[in-house]
């Protein structure tokens, strides 16, 4: 038997006792050095690489932002604006549910965040107006996935950061496809909450409530404002922008809404602690990337594809079918660190550009977020709605249809995520 498939076998095993995939990773890493007798403190030093690089630090500061910006009275502000703009119409509290995590989203970078601080609002609100619960709680999990795919997005940072791709370019390239994704959804949830009657009480729209209300959340308006412009404008770096972010959140939570105290301070602090410590996840699948070179993981998977076929459209597909289904059981930035380094030689080789493929890594991610038994965002929607992630998981699928249509749309139009960041810094050489 190959070392190549001694090594598979041991990680899926390992996967399936449920042991945590750090510790797999790491141990698949250990025997993967054994098998070709390579020292061991090749994972030691890749280790202490893989947490030193500077924008890592974006991270933690874009969920500590998020979280200071949802306790300080931001996010309320968001969903305020985002009612009032839609108005009472069928189905009007889904579509500000996802109208409001598309602005968030602006603000969080992660995918599980902007579930949890959109979601507590909003989930309650649609079981008022008599949606069925498990629909609710779809809608939330799957336009929380936003967070994910509209810059700042921690997945492209970490993409980038494996990839040796612009951050900047990444997260300019995410705004269209972001743009499109969240229409795919309003459309999705208008249907599905027009044929089942919700919603559609209340006053229609009148410029009088909106302006108030965008005029009580210019504050929070301001904040991706602030942080996208200062970005692409050169003000500052992604990793200055979120440290701007959370000093933007102190200072609007703590003297202009006055929401903010010290113990939800000190709660942001914990959550994105408990957040961020995914990270740990960098340190084994790092060394393991590393190892798939010397096993020549990248050259067998050309060859294996392209032997099948090389249209770059059918190789786009077979690459975002397994990222879907490798993402119902693998995190997410395990998920990027491991198979970036595989598949993004092919794709490059067939003409594809490493920004539109990060942003097509990010939208299958983002399925990955809402399908079972892994589900990030649909694990937050049980907590916030009461059910069971069986149920949710269900009432999901329309929505995870809409995804799989904005992915195939951007492999058959990649310009669309070209478009923007080749307009701001030129055609990549």
């Not at 900047?168 to 959804?185: D, E, K, N, S, Y």
């Not at 929070?220 to 979120?242: D, K, N, S, W």
């Not at 084994?284 to 060859?303: C, K």
């Not at 970036?340 to 991610?365: H, K, N, Q, R, Y």
């Amino acid at each position: 038997m190959s070392p190549l498939m001694i090594l598979a076998i041991v990680f899926v095993l390992l996967t399936i006792m449920g042991i945590p995939l750090f510790v797999s990773v790491g141990l698949t890493t250990a025997l993967a050095l054994f098998l070709i007798d390579i020292p061991y403190t090749l994972m030691a030093q890749t280790g202490y690489g893989s947490l030193t690089p500077f924008p890592l630090l974006t991270i933690p500061l874009f969920v500590l932002a998020g979280r200071l910006m949802e306790t300080g009275g931001m996010a309320n502000r968001m969903i305020a604006i985002a009612t009032n703009l839609v108005g009472a119409y069928r189905g009007s509290m889904g579509l500000v549910t996802v109208f409001a995590c598309m602005l968030f989203a602006a603000l969080s970078g992660s995918g599980p965040a902007t579930t949890a601080a959109i979601g507590s609002v909003t989930v309650p609100a649609m079981k008022r107006d008599g949606y069925d619960v498990p629909f609710a709680a779809a809608i939330t999990a799957s336009a929380g996935a936003l967070g994910s795919l509209i810059p700042p997005s921690n997945l492209m940072i970490i993409y980038g950061l494996v990839s040796e791709t612009s951050i900047p370019r990444l997260f300019l390239a995410g705004l269209i496809p972001g743009l499109m994704v969240t229409i795919l959804l309003m459309i999705t949830t208008y249907i599905i909450a027009r044929r089942r009657g919700y919603g559609g009480d209340g006053d229609a729209f009148s410029w009088g409530p909106f302006l108030t209300a965008a005029w009580d959340g210019k504050w929070a308006i301001g904040a991706p404002v602030l942080i996208l412009g200062g970005i692409y404008g050169g003000a500052f770096t992604p990793t200055e922008a979120a440290g701007v972010a959370v000093f933007y959140a102190l200072f609007v939570g703590l003297f202009v809404y006055r929401e903010l105290t010290l113990m939800k301070i000190v709660e942001a602090l914990r959550f994105t602690a408990l957040l961020t410590g995914i990270l740990i996840l960098l340190t084994p699948t790092l060394a393991f990337g590393q190892l798939t070179a010397f096993y020549d993981v990248p050259t067998a998977v050309q060859e294996g594809i392209t032997s099948i076929t090389t249209n770059v459209f059918l190789v786009m597909l077979l690459i975002g079918i397994f990222y879907i289904f490798i993402g119902t059981f693998m995190e997410s930035l395990a998920q990027i660190v491991l198979f970036t380094a595989v598949f993004l030689p092919l794709v490059t080789s067939l003409g594809v550009d490493p920004v539109m493929f990060g942003v097509f890594t990010v939208i299958t991610c983002e399925i990955g977020f809402l399908t079972p038994p892994l589900g990030a965002n649909l694990t937050v929607a049980a907590r916030i709605s009461g059910i069971s992630i069986e149920r949710i998981s269900v009432a999901v699928l329309p929505f995870i249809l809409a995804y799989i249509i904005g992915m195939v749309i951007l492999i058959f139009f990649p310009e669309l995520t070209l478009f923007l960041p080749d307009w701001a810094y030129g055609e990549a050489k």
